[in-house]
């Protein structure tokens, strides 16, 4: 007898306007930080921020659009659970780890271009500030330092989620999400969609005032971005349940009422979030329901699909470059004496083809290398 949810498994294709979209994602982070170091105030550069967001929605979809089994057949004790956890380490501790050591052996010269940095042009929110003087902190002499960021624990310390350059907080958010994923997905099968979604919708409108907003502190702790799970646990959720309902409809088992249900549950997880979210994450769902054939074309184009392939390398390489090209710029280049658009422009022309070779090249050598090693070693181990 055929198995239908086998066929239905099999059946999932690869969404290539999400590579456009994710690429999308990772220029919008680049291209914001950019803005940032140059004092170049755009609205849509400003928000930025919101792009790390959208990366957890498209985190939680692809989870369990590649999921190698039935969801509804899942079982937390098993080969899929083991390749799942593997799969995931070797894509992306060794680009991680790689970046991790330069930013140690350049760390003291980093902090103080960036300092010189945001004294020469400081940051919006520092404006404000009376005797704003900025004094970067990144210690990697102590061991706490080493444990948490190889564990990718050092989200779940508060005050150490900014403690390097690179924007990592977000990977260790999506690593306490790959942590509790297996038990979200029996969740899912035993109880309620909707009071998953609601539960989660609710942490996330209570994580501000309790463990902080950036700036401000919270109840309990001070979180200087949302690097603890229960900030955006919502956002990964938003991302599972078009997944899953893409999973039921391919197995034909989706009424009406459960129609309903997802939807419901969907606008629960992504209500917490920022409005430009909401109407992101409407475009996001229009592709995975290929309801915007237009935009999908546009996404799809190879140009996008090159840059998705290696769009974590820019996400996580591309202030590693930012920095220091700005500290020149500033000291040596007189970009002060400029508008913020001319130093933007000028920033964009001298770093983005850096960025990009770079990115390539991390992905060549480091990506595909470290995701080629693991595919070989698991086919011996088998």
Same mark, same amino acid.
């Given at each position: ?9 099999g ?7 999400l590579?456009g ?8 982070v ?12 755009n ?5 930025h921020p919101l792009?790390?967001d959208l990366?957890?929605v498209?985190?939680?979809f692809?989870?369990v ?7 509804t057949?899942?079982q ?11 799969n ?8 991680y780890?790689f ?9 003291p ?7 010189y940095?945001l004294?020469?042009?400081p ?13 970067t902190?990144?210690n990697f ?11 990718f624990l050092f989200? %779940?310390?508060?005050g150490?989620?900014?403690?390097t350059? %690179?924007?990592?907080?977000?990977l260790?958010l999506?690593?306490?999400f ?5 038990l979200?997905?029996i969740g899912?099968?035993?109880i309620?969609?909707p009071?998953?979604a609601?539960?989660?919708a %609710?942490?996330?409108?209570v994580s501000?005032?309790?463990?902080g907003?950036?700036?401000?502190a919270?109840?309990?702790s001070h979180f200087?971005?949302p690097?603890f799970?229960?900030y955006?646990?919502n956002?990964?959720?938003a991302?599972?349940l ?6 039921q ?6 009424s009406p009422k459960?129609?309903a249900?997802?939807?419901?549950s969907?606008?629960l997880?992504i209500?917490?979030?920022s409005?430009?979210?909401i109407v992101a994450?409407?475009?996001f ?5 290929n309801?915007a ?8 184009i ?9 769009s974590y390398?820019?996400?996580l390489?591309h202030?590693?470059?930012v920095?220091?090209m700005?500290y020149w710029l ?12 001319e130093?933007f422009?000028?920033?964009? %022309? ?6 990009l ?7 060549i050598?480091?990506?595909k290398?470290?995701v080629?090693?693991w ?8």
């Open positions: 007898m055929v198995d239908r949810q086998s066929i239905a498994i059946n999932y294709s690869h969404l290539s306007s590579d979209f994710r690429a999308s994602l990772a220029l919008w680049y291209l914001g930080h950019l803005a940032a170091a140059v004092g170049f105030q609205y849509l550069l400003d928000l792009a790390v990366f957890m498209l985190s939680g692809l989870m659009h590649t999921w190698k089994e039935p969801i057949q899942y937390l004790f098993s080969k899929t659970t083991l390749s799942f956890y593997s995931r380490f070797f894509r992306i501790a060794p680009l780890y970046l991790l050591l330069v930013c140690y052996l350049w760390s010269t980093l902090a103080h271009m960036h300092d940095s004294k020469a042009i940051p919006v929110w520092a404006q404000n500030i009376i005797g704003y003087s900025p004094n902190n990144w002499d102590s061991f706490r330092w080493f444990w948490t960021h190889a564990s989200g %779940l310390v508060p150490m989620e900014n403690s350059p %690179l924007p990592d907080w977000s260790s999506e690593m306490q790959y942590l509790i994923l297996p979200l997905l899912l099968n035993k309620s969609v009071v998953i609601i539960l989660s %609710l942490i996330a409108f501000p005032k309790l463990f907003n950036y700036l401000d919270g109840i309990l200087g971005q690097s799970l229960p955006r646990l956002a990964f959720l991302g599972m078009p997944a899953l309902f893409l999973q409809q391919l197995l034909q088992t989706l459960n129609k249900l997802f939807l419901i969907a606008l997880c209500a917490p979030l409005k430009p979210v994450y409407a475009l769902v229009l592709l995975v329901f309801r054939p237009l935009i999908s074309r546009v996404l799809s190879s140009p996008l699909r090159f840059l998705g392939k290696i390398s820019i996400y390489c202030i590693l470059i920095i220091p700005i500033i000291k040596d280049a007189g970009l002060m004496a400029m508008s913020s658009v130093r422009t000028i920033g964009l %022309l001298l770093t983005f083809p850096i960025v070779i770079c990115s390539y090249l991390l992905y050598w480091i990506e290398t470290s080629s090693f595919k070989n070693l698991s086919l011996k181990l088998k």
